[in-house]
Structure formats: C-alpha cells, structure tokens
C-alpha cells in the first residue's frame, strides 16, 4: 500500500468573516504537488473544491472516507483536520 503524505499550504484564515464556521481559503497537497484549492465562506456550508489534479483529489476523497469518523463530508472534516493543525503550528 502506497502512503501519500497530505498536506495543507497557503492557509489564510478570514476570521472577521466567518459568521458560523471556520472562513479559510488553502491549497491541498500530495506528495508536495498541488492537486485542489478550497475555500470555506463560514456561512455553515460545505468547503468548495477547485480540483487543479481531478483524479488526485478523489483519491483524497477515498481517503478520508476511510479516516473520518463521519459519513457526512468526510473530504471536509479531513480539510478542516489539516488547516486547525497548519494554524497551530503556525502559531506555535
């Protein structure tokens, strides 16, 4: 089984934005080669995905399938997973 690494960059947190949830826009990652931007407008929606690698991005879709504990927009609680841990250790 090949392990890709996943990865958020560019994360812009727009927190006098957000009116429900986290407002953010980043790029994801695989293996250091972008494969989607997405952003979230903190209205309680869904994350939107602009897929730059469309075959990639559903390979993170199974993924996070299989790693969220959710079945509702497992792709967005893995996203989400991703940019709160890029915040922290941004801030740390």
Known sequence: MTTVKYEVKNVKEHMDM???????????????KRIATVQNRGFGGPHEYHPIDPEALKALEKYAAEWSEFDIEPLDDFVSQLVDDAAW???L
């Open 89 to 91: 250790a941004k801030k």
């Open 18 to 32: 957000s009116e429900e949830t986290l407002c953010f826009s980043c790029s994801i990652y695989a293996d250091g």
